[in-house]
Nanobody, 124 residues
Framework: QMRLAESGGGLVQSGGSLRLSCTASTSRFNTLNTAWFRQYPGKEREGVAC????????YYDDSVKGRFTISRDDANQTLLLQMNGLKPEDTAMYYC?????????????????WGQGTQVTVSS
């Protein structure tokens, strides 16, 4: 069973930047599509960004386009999310996930493997 562990969350002022990392426990990660989600209190998780295992196709939610960048470091079995221009509405728990579903459809919301999450808080 592959495990995912997120890090890099924290408190930042509006307009600031954070980089989230998600490290996988096995090299199975390198053959899976991967994504970042976020969850607001009392709400369902929503997809923020997704990148397929080839690195060729990426998806971004409209709310983060131009501000967030998703990338992979397969040598270290790591998924990254560079977040720039952070806004208070980006405050949420962020999760990484991996699976075989395509990023080009909403099916990636059903990824199999999930991390425990890392909190991002943006102050105004």
């Amino acid at each position: 069973q592959m495990r995912l562990a997120e890090s890099g969350g924290g408190l930042v002022q509006s307009g600031g930047s954070l980089r989230l990392s998600c490290t996988a426990s096995t090299s199975r990660f390198n053959t899976l599509n991967t994504a970042w989600f976020r969850q607001y209190p009392g709400k369902e998780r929503e997809g923020v960004a997704c990148i397929e295992w080839t690195g060729i196709y990426t998806y971004y939610d409209d709310s983060v386009k131009g501000r967030f960048t998703i990338s992979r470091d397969d040598a270290n079995q790591t998924l990254l999310l560079q977040m720039n221009g952070l806004k208070p509405e980006d405050t949420a728990m962020y999760y990484c996930a991996a699976g075989t579903q395509e990023c080009s459809t909403q099916a990636f919301l059903q990824f199999t493997y999930w991390g425990q999450g890392t909190q991002v808080t943006v102050s105004s």
